[in-house]
T-cell receptor, first 109, second 114 residues
Framework: KQEVTQIPAALSVPEGENLVLNCSFT??????LQWFRQDPGKGLTSLLL?????REQTSGRLNASLDKSSGRSTLYIAASQPGDSATYLC????????FGKGNQVVVIP | EAQVTQNPRYLITVTGKKLTVTCSQN?????MSWYRQDPGLGLRQIYY???????DKGDVPEGYKVSRKEKRNFPLILESPSPNQTSLYFC?????????????FGPGTRLTVT
């Protein structure tokens, strides 16, 4: 069974700092990986999708890398803003998906 | 507007009273799935569907049923709800499976079983 771990579980950073969020998974034979954002009491919003053949994906201030051999993905958020405060989740799988428990981020103005 | 809708958004019910949570998407997506989210346990997949009449179990299917008679709808059925099914439920859809395409999530249904 695929296990997905996200470290750290929670972090606070001052505005302007870069954020580094980690996601590790036990079964490296993954298909693809997605990063999501969840605001309190809301549904998830897809941020970045990395195909298993890709090493990284970028969208604006967000960059996600994927290292299948080590079972890791990292989400970088450059120059954090208070609006980046949210929980970030990663998911891996094929048709059956496994999610990490999330990185809860607070960006302090 | 492309969206996944769930109804009801909030539901308080009693043990054993059958209920259905509806999920509908307007994007002609083939893949749909249901999740529950609990503090400390994260988001766990209940059931998923690759297409009409094709459903399969996720990690926590016990106590739940689903059906996919139409492409746009994927209802979640609790035949005899119990307090341990109190949770926040999400429906999601994507063009097809395999995390190949972006997953779209509904707004969630908060269920309380007393």
């Amino acid at each position: 069974k695929q296990e997905v771990t996200q470290i750290p579980a929670a972090l606070s950073v001052p505005e302007g700092e870069n954020l580094v969020l980690n996601c590790s998974f036990t079964d490296s034979a993954i298909y693809n990986l997605q990063w999501f954002r969840q605001d309190p009491g809301k549904g998830l919003t897809s941020l970045l999708l990395i195909q298993s053949s890709q090493r990284e994906q970028t969208s604006g201030r967000l960059n996600a890398s994927l290292d299948k051999s080590s079972g890791r993905s990292t989400l970088y958020i450059a120059a954090s803003q208070p609006g980046d405060s949210a929980t970030y989740l990663c998911a891996v799988g094929n048709d059956r998906l496994a999610f990490g428990k999330g990185n809860q981020v607070v960006v302090i103005p | 507007e492309a969206q996944v809708t769930q109804n009801p958004r909030y539901l308080i019910t009693v043990t054993g009273k059958k209920l259905t949570v509806t999920c509908s998407q307007n994007m002609n997506h083939e893949y749909m799935s249901w999740y529950r989210q609990d503090p400390g346990l994260g988001l766990r997949q209940i059931y998923y569907s690759m297409n009409v009449e094709v459903t399969d179990k996720g990690d926590v299917p016990e106590g739940y049923k689903v059906s996919r008679k139409e492409k746009r709808n994927f209802p979640l059925i609790l035949e005899s709800p119990s307090p341990n099914q109190t949770s926040l439920y999400f429906c999601a859809s994507s063009l097809n499976g395999g995390l190949t395409y972006e997953q779209y999530f509904g707004p969630g249904t908060r269920l309380t079983v007393t």
